[in-house]
């Protein structure tokens, strides 16, 4: 499934700059409101922010313990 296609005035557009140590720009994500959740998973995963993501169609027995 891929991201949304963006359209201006529909919703909000969120945008994320990732920039190293010397504030050269790694990377840039432009996506709708409804894609920002996705993005948010792969920039965990990608640079190890360290974030605990509960995803609502896997539950296990200590989700209430998060």
């Known amino acids: 499934m891929s991201f949304s296609r963006i359209q201006m005035g529909e919703e909000e557009l969120f945008e994320v700059s990732v ?5 050269k720009k790694l990377e ?15 920039l965990n995963k990608k640079f190890g922010l360290g974030m605990i993501i509960i995803d609502k169609k896997r ?5 209430w313990a998060i």
């Open 19 to 23: 920039k190293d140590l010397d504030g």
């Open 28 to 42: 840039n994500w432009r996506v709708m409101k409804r894609d920002f959740p996705r993005v948010v998973k792969i």
């Open 59 to 63: 539950k296990t027995d200590l989700d």
